[in-house]
């Protein structure tokens, strides 16, 4: 494949990227990456391992697998896969009232707002790369439930998992947040108003447009079932991005469609070959979903999209909004396949 860098602009948003793989050498594959978990014992100090109950604020939602008796399968175990608590250090409080105003050429609204940690599992050295499907399941299944208990307050909910301390991770204890504003996040907003555009002018919702092209083009695909696609986009921000998407028509990522199951086996496959492929890097994924409510817009579709974090925004990027991706898109699915064999 040619190391000659290119302009790549994305069909929705219109950003361009630079694609300039000439910049990384190809990874090859750990043979560590699926190492043994380490020790299961409770961390000492760590607020989120069974037992410290007590450095939690409160607990708002756990989730378990039927175990028949609803007991633990082993002596210590924890009784709960998933487990959502209140943020203690939120950036918004749900105790302001929501109030706007506007002053000459400023806007000004109240911090209103909830933010929600999602513990995504009771062992302190299991990353969602190592957990068995079932527990994937109660993690996406925990997302989904809280996310419609803050649409119902009239938040808009944004979910998101750092996996290292590069991609922001504050503890080493796998957990996802969800931080619910009560504004709309002004880049969901624009990429909702680009996609409005592009429906009005082909007919056709974009994202369903895409999956087509990558299921038309092939070299972009990492791994598919008949329910949902997972391709490293045309124009990647970034190296080894994989966006996972349903292939049916679906604007809100509230709805259940009976293929929560296949969802959680696909992001875990997706973050085990990355970790084998580029051993273990720091990750930051995000749900990108409706801003309205129970929305059947024609022109949205959710989507789940990982970013590795082995490259920086430095002066250039910065500076001019435009990226520089120091890969190829078709050359990192075929480095994610050959890790999913």
């Given amino acids: 494949m040619p190391d000659d860098s ?3 602009q994305d069909a929705i948003t219109k950003q361009w990227v630079i694609c300039a793989p000439a910049r990384s050498d190809r990874p090859k594959h750990f043979d560590d990456a699926d190492a043994p ?13 069974p037992g410290h109950e007590d450095l939690l604020p409160t607990v708002l939602f756990e989730k378990g697998r039927d175990r028949g ?6 002596p210590g175990q924890a009784s709960w896969d998933v487990r959502a608590v209140p943020n203690k250090f939120p950036a918004l409080s749900a105790d302001v009232e929501p109030a706007s105003a506007s002053c000459l050429m400023f806007d000004w609204a109240s911090g209103h707002g909830k933010q929600e940690v999602i513990i995504a599992t009771p062992r302190h050295h299991q990353t969602i790369a190592q957990m068995p499907v079932e527990q994937v399941e109660s993690l996406i299944a925990t997302y989904r439930a809280r996310y419609d208990v803050l649409r119902q307050e009239g938040l808009i909910p944004f979910i998101f998992h750092n996996h290292g301390s590069d991609a922001g991770a504050s ?6 947040q969800i931080i619910a504003p009560s504004i709309e996040p002004p880049n ?4 909702q108003l680009r996609a409005k555009r592009r429906y009005d002018e082909t007919g056709r919702c974009p994202y369903c447009e895409m999956i087509d092209e990558e299921r038309s083009a092939g070299v972009r695909i990492v791994c598919e079932t008949d329910a949902y696609v997972a391709f490293v986009p045309y124009a990647a921000h970034a190296p080894y991005e994989v966006w996972i998407l349903p292939t049916l028509h679906e604007p809100e990522f509230g709805r259940r469609n009976g293929h929560e199951r296949v969802l959680a086996r696909l992001l875990r496959d997706v973050l085990r070959a990355l970790r084998r492929a580029l051993g273990g890097p720091d990750f930051n994924f995000f749900v990108r979903s409706a801003l309205e409510h129970r929305s059947d817009a024609p022109h949205l579709h959710w989507s789940l999209r990982i970013r590795p974090r082995i490259s920086i925004d430095a002066g250039f990027e910065i500076g001019t909004g435009m990226k520089i991706n120091p890969s190829l898109p078709e050359r990192d699915a075929g480095v994610l396949r050959d890790a999913l064999s």
């Fill in 6 to 8: 290119e302009f790549r």
């Fill in 69 to 74: 008796d609803g007991a633990p399968e082993n």
């Fill in 37 to 49: 978990l380490e020790g299961e014992e409770p961390v000492d100090g760590c607020p989120f391992c």
């Fill in 188 to 191: 969901v907003a624009d990429e």
């Fill in 171 to 176: 503890l080493p204890h796998p957990h996802s």
